[in-house]
């Protein structure tokens, strides 16, 4: 994946340091989402309910790095049907492809504005199904929450 536009963070991480700290994504409170043209006619969005990544910002310099791994099977349409639709070999593929890594190294990040974002596109993923139809552009954006390493 190409970052976009890669921002970062809670006002949690304003705090003025020396170096880069590091922290861990918190699950139960990061859930990448995404959203791509469905036909012209709406956007179709999802999301992902488990994930795990760490961290590290430099906030004196506004930089950063992170590294997040997604679990594709459990992508979250809103309904188990859909879910099942969206995990088969027409998108995701999960029996082969079980994740996916966000990765963005040496980023620069606005503390008043949490969250990453990107955009890829799924052909390049080999998610053809029904192009042009369906959007080849997905955005996905990752609304962060983690908690400092000791």
């Known amino acids: 994946m190409k970052p976009r536009h890669v921002i ?4 949690a991480f304003a705090a003025t340091a020396a170096s880069a700290d590091s922290y861990t994504i918190d699950p139960r409170h990061t859930f990448p989402s995404f959203e791509v043209s469905h036909y012209g006619f709406s956007l179709q969005r999802g ?20 590294e997040i791994t997604i679990d594709t099977t459990s992508v979250d349409m809103g309904f188990e ?6 995990r088969g070999e027409r998108f995701f593929q999960t029996d082969k492809f079980p994740q996916a ?7 620069a990040f606005d503390p008043d504005t949490p969250g990453l974002e990107t ?5 390049d993923f080999g998610m053809n199904t ?16 983690a908690l400092k390493d000791s």
């Open 119 to 123: 955009t890829i596109k799924r052909s």
């Open 47 to 66: 999301r992902f309910n488990k994930l795990s990544g760490t961290l590290e910002l430099d906030a004196t310099a506004k930089k950063g790095s992170v």
């Open 81 to 86: 049907d859909w879910n099942k639709h969206m």
């Open 8 to 11: 970062a963070l809670l006002s």
């Open 101 to 107: 890594r966000f990765v963005a190294r040496d980023f």
């Open 130 to 145: 029904n192009l042009p139809g369906i959007g080849d552009d997905v955005g996905i954006s990752i609304p962060v929450e």
